[in-house]
């Protein structure tokens, strides 16, 4: 499968955005898909899940400010994020959860102004 994030870009503290995750064939077989972010100089790390049931998971920085879909119909997976912080300025990933080392695609760059 291949996964091409896009949606990302540069806005102020406080506004949104919606990424989006498109997968090159179906997803409806991967029980759990999740945003990823990297910091520039951090590890990698989980930012969202979503299960085929729709159960939701969030690291705890962004509970309350993101929020995390799946369109299997679409092979789509969103991440809104609003409330956005200088903190979450990465490039952000789609992948299964666990991961699968050759879903990774580009990312797509978040860039959050102060």
């Known amino acids: 499968v291949q996964l091409q994030a896009s949606g990302g870009g540069l806005v102020q503290a406080g506004g949104s955005l919606r990424l989006s995750c498109a997968a090159s064939?179906?997803?409806?077989?991967?029980?759990?898909m999740g945003w990823y972010r990297q910091a520039p100089g951090k590890q990698r790390e989980l930012v969202a899940t979503i299960t085929n049931r729709g159960r939701t998971n969030y690291v705890d920085s962004v509970k309350g400010r993101f929020t995390i879909s799946r369109d299997n119909a679409k092979n789509t997976v969103y991440l809104r994020m609003n409330s956005l912080k200088p903190e979450d300025t990465a490039v952000y990933y789609c992948?299964?959860?666990?991961?699968?080392?050759?879903?990774w695609g580009k990312g797509t760059q978040v860039t959050v102004s102060s």
């Open positions: 064939r179906s997803i409806v077989n991967i029980n759990a």
């Open positions: 992948n299964a959860d666990p991961v699968f080392e050759n879903y």
